[in-house]
């Protein structure tokens, strides 16, 4: 079991930034692949940015690629998303989740085993 806590989400004007963190806790971190994903009202949840287990490879949905930035510090056991250039469209609940058992950066929420509850970014124009 893995337990996820997201933080670090609130509103921002458009073009601003925000840093999101997820911190695990439970089995070992750096065992899993971990992923963003993001959830606007009345839309479905959608994959925003993945990241291998050691951090070296990370994958990024096309419309926030040059924007954000994935990483992870698997000695704090900790997960983050560095968002830039914010726009309105990119307001939704983002979420953190952990993929196992797989070495691959995977793109499905199906593949992604454990959640975090989420936190809001609202930008607005």
């Known amino acids: 079991q893995v337990q996820l806590v997201e933080s670090g989400g609130g509103s921002v004007q458009a073009g601003g930034s925000l840093r999101l963190s997820c911190a695990a806790s439970?089995?070992?971190?750096?065992?899993?692949?971990m992923g963003w994903f993001r959830q606007a009202p009345a839309k479905e949840r959608e994959f925003v940015a993945s990241?291998?287990?050691?951090?070296?490879?990370?994958y990024y949905t096309d419309s926030v690629k040059g924007r954000f930035t994935i990483s992870r510090d698997n000695t704090k056991n900790t997960v983050y998303l560095q968002a830039n250039s914010l726009k309105p469209e990119d307001t939704a609940v983002y979420y953190c989740?952990?993929?196992?058992?797989?070495?691959?950066?995977?793109?499905?929420?199906?593949?992604?085993?454990?959640w975090g509850q989420g936190t809001q970014v609202t930008v607005s124009s």
């Open positions: 989740a952990a993929a196992a058992p797989t070495i691959q950066i995977v793109t499905s929420p199906l593949r992604y085993a454990y």
């Open positions: 990241i291998s287990r050691s951090g070296g490879s990370t």
């Open positions: 439970g089995r070992t971190f750096s065992n899993y692949v």
